[in-house]
């Protein structure tokens, strides 16, 4: 084991549930992670140093991890006995990247919700941009709520490599964002023929025209590589609440908004191909997608 | 009189302990919570299915069960209106599953995170095999935690923050494949618990009926109650030796307390909060609220679960040493075995025949009720409570187990782990006590 | 635009005329070739089939009106001027090119049982309802139009529009068409606003 190649790890926690560390404690090779990483501190788990001694040392950190919203705003936001801006003002200049953990970190996510005025993420306020810094080219947002730990582990990992590492214009890595979750969903036939689903609990019907399913507009490879590599939310028979984009979470998720009971358009779909696609398609009645998809009686 | 402040660390979330010493012992501790994030403030307003969503959000460890407490008052709400709600087996069963799940994961990483450390140490043993990412137990440890949330992934979709609850059942139609892959998960967990915590079978464990059988194992278990008997500190950490648990699973169905050994019925009614020393009120120090029961304190969790259902090694373990820490510590780990052979017991018996969800047929506007919801979580009994105007949340309360165990009382009358904390001689006994309850700070500062 | 297009368009505009003229069941596909020039043989090559000719006309006639509609939808006013714009360029339409109407009116709504396969649902008058659905869509995302269901919404605006026309042809109007086009409009347009908070 290689201990001097490691790359150096410090996290920190804004306003969080903690959902993404415990995410990230689901990466299946931890035993691989840690042969190419070291965590130097993180508030919960048993890491060697303690905030303190991280603020002290000299030493340059090469990844900064932040998991949650932030504020400059001392009274909202300190952690072990220091405002947390200040904690941020000395640990992202001693670190090479900065890493958002979560939709938190990258846009505010739900604790942004508190106080909009006084609370965001790293780079941006939901859509606006501005949020902790209005710029700092050091920042890698991956978003989710939570994020998954291959998106967070294979990030880390081509910057370690040194590999190509593209981003989008919210600072997303392309090869996760560059995804729907539509892609995969099991339900897809539903959608492709406007098949409403009757209830919830049955593997038919699609929940992007009655029930909030987000999927068809929300950027991530969660029905690609799947929820601790076995499950997602579509694939349980749950909307998909768009929790990678910088407006989660909307108002009245489980509602699909419609104007004048039209659905929008898919992401970089037009309208016009759109309603005129659906409108063709829900002129036909396909028998075999109005029946259970495992007919036990035959 | 002198007073030292101890910010807590390997814990989820943040507190500080700032004890106040007298004659060499600790005559009084603040737990101080901070860093709020007003969920409760953010669910106004919205339409009340957003809970579902927005709850689990408290807690990155125990999202599952505010998913559970959020859904149970939900259909309260609309049981409370009249309107009849049907939940079949299965779908009890597959939530009662998730739930387990969740709680399993969390004592597991509590014991190898927070606890072991600490019993290593004490016994100046070299911690190298549980150091975080490196160490091989603490790798197995992870991996075990991994696997048993695939098991609930396979109904959930995802841990954490699944979605899979919806008014009048689970969303989830899983096939008689996906059971059988969720078990072969459960029983890779079970094997890495009886090799590694317990020594011996689950089915064997369970069945034992004193603390001497532990003895006569190999494993985590059989360190920890050793170390604590033998470096004196089995009797630390004693507090009101009163529980309550609230239950709502196939294990305990109804609300109880538990007076010392003396078991007696619970109402959800008697539950208040007290703001005494928030942030809410004049000359307050934390963000955290208090939970009483008819204006006592009561401790909840696995020690209170255990207690209340009469299980005869935790009994045995009361009889001598109270509801000190070895009592809590060792109950909380044997929860592991109960929950791991009871997880799947719920998964042979889910019938997948049965209707996942049976939705009630009317509009969500026209929904105009309050509900209690509750369940019990990892760290002890969980209450949500809403209140719907036409389809919106107009109010929502959630109290958290930690803030039945760590609320902040007074001198004269101090809460569960106040107590527990006063008259300790040194702040390592502080923070061994303190760890012991499970603390979950998020959960606190919603 | 290719030959073969050419030809296949002068095809159905002689068509529309045609069936304008002597009516849908009356015209038959030898008068239609007649009337081309072309030999019956030939004509067959173009159109196999009285039923596939019909299918074809509606989804052409669909798509001018739908034209027409779009190129509203694609300036820069709000829905009451748009309203406005539709009203009087459907009129138009209804004078100056009659038959395109006529034939939705009188040929498709009349004879559904040459539709039924091939032209199911909203299938063949596709582009024309997807105009209108991004207008209504338009409409409310702004905040100009009330938000309901769109068949309320369609029903009454091209229910409307579709029953004025007809009348028209039966010529029971008591004056031209394009005079009641203000009236009309203002008529959609104060039932599909937005009402203020009362």
Known sequence: MKHHNRSSIVWLQGLTCNGNSHSFLNYPSMDMFSKVFKILHHPQINTPYSLEDILKTDAKVDFLVIEGALSRSEKILSRFGYSFKDILDILSKKAKYIICAGSCASF?????????????????????????????????????????????????LKLHYGDKLSLDEYRRPKEVYSYLVHHGCLRNEYFEWKVDCKDYGEKEGCLFYEHGCQGPMTH?????????????????????????????????????????????????????????????????????LEKRLIDENN | MKITKEIIQ??????????????????????????????????????????????????????????????????????NMGIKIDITKKAKRIREFALNAEKIQNHIKWLYFSILPEILKINGEDESSIRAFEGKEWIKSQKACATILKAMSIFTGQWPHGSFCMVGGVTCDPTQGDIYESMRYIEEVEEFCEKEIFGLSLDEFISFETSIQI???????????????????????????????????????????????????ADINYVGESLLNSFFEPNGYTYSKSAIYKNRYYETGPIARMMIIKNPLIRDLHKRNKDSILTRIIARISEIAHLILKSKNLLKKIDIYQKSCISPNIPYDSLTSVGVGYCEAARGSLIHKVEIKQGIIKSYDIITPTVWNLGNGSRENPAVAQKAIMGLTSPNDADLVFKAFDVCAVCTTQ | MDKK?????????????????????????????????????????????????????????????????????????????????????????????????????????????????????????????????IFFEDGVRKGELRDQNFFSAFGLFMGYLGGFVFLNGENILDNNLESFSKDVAFNIYQALKVHEAS
């Not at chain 3, 009349?110 to 649902?121: H, L, Q, V, W, Y």
């Open chain 2, 10 to 79: 390997k814990i989820e979330g943040e507190a500080t302990l700032e004890l106040e010493w007298e004659n060499n012992k600790i005559d009084y501790a603040k737990i101080k919570f901070l860093n709020f994030r007003g969920i409760e403030k953010i669910l106004e307003n919205r339409p009340f299915l957003d809970a579902l969503l927005i709850t689990p959000r408290v807690c990155g460890i125990c999202n599952t069960s505010h998913i559970i407490a959020s859904i149970n008052a939900i259909e309260n709400a609309y049981v």
């Open chain 1, 108 to 156: 505010g996510g739900i604790f942004r919700l508190q106080n909009e005025a006084k609370i965001f993420g790293a780079l941006f306020s939901g859509k606006e941009k501005g949020g902790f810094w209005f710029n700092n080219s050091k920042v890698i947002n991956i978003s989710g709520c939570p994020m998954h730990p291959r998106w967070f582990v294979e990030t880390l």
């Open chain 2, 215 to 265: 003895k006569s194992t190999n494993g985590n278990l059989k360190k920890i109650l050793e170390v604590l008997v033998d470096k004196n500190l089995n009797h630390m950490g004693k507090s009101y030796d009163r529980f309550i648990s609230f239950g709502n699973n196939s294990s305990l169905k109804n609300p109880k307390k538990c007076e010392a050994t003396r078991v007696l019925n």
């Open chain 3, 5 to 133: 297009t050419k030809k296949t368009e002068l095809i159905l505009e002689t068509s529309l005329l045609l069936f304008s003229q002597k009516g849908f069941y009356a015209t038959t596909m030898p008068d239609i070739a007649k009337k081309m020039n072309m030999s019956v043989g030939n004509f067959y090559n173009y159109f196999s089939s009285k039923e596939s000719l019909a299918q074809e006309l509606i989804r052409y006639s669909s798509d001018k009106v739908g034209a027409m509609i779009r190129s509203v939808n694609e300036e820069d006013c709000d829905s009451k001027e748009k309203i406005e714009k539709i009203v009087s360029l459907y009129f138009k339409l209804a004078v100056e090119k009659p038959q395109y109407l006529d034939y939705f009116l009188r040929v498709y709504l009349a004879n559904k049982e040459i539709f039924k396969d091939g032209c199911e649902g909203m299938v063949c008058v596709a582009s024309f309802v997807t105009e209108m659905m």
């Open chain 1, 220 to 288: 991530a490879n969660c029905n690609k590589i799947l929820w601790n590599s076995v499950s997602s939310k579509t694939r349980v028979g749950s909307a998909c609440f768009g929790c990678t984009e910088f407006d989660f979470p909307r108002l009245a998720l489980y509602e699909t908004k419609k104007h004048m009971s039209l659905p929008s358009a898919p992401y970089g779909i037009s309208k016009r191909a759109y309603y005129s696609l659906a409108g063709v398609a829900k002129g036909f009645k396909i028998e075999r």
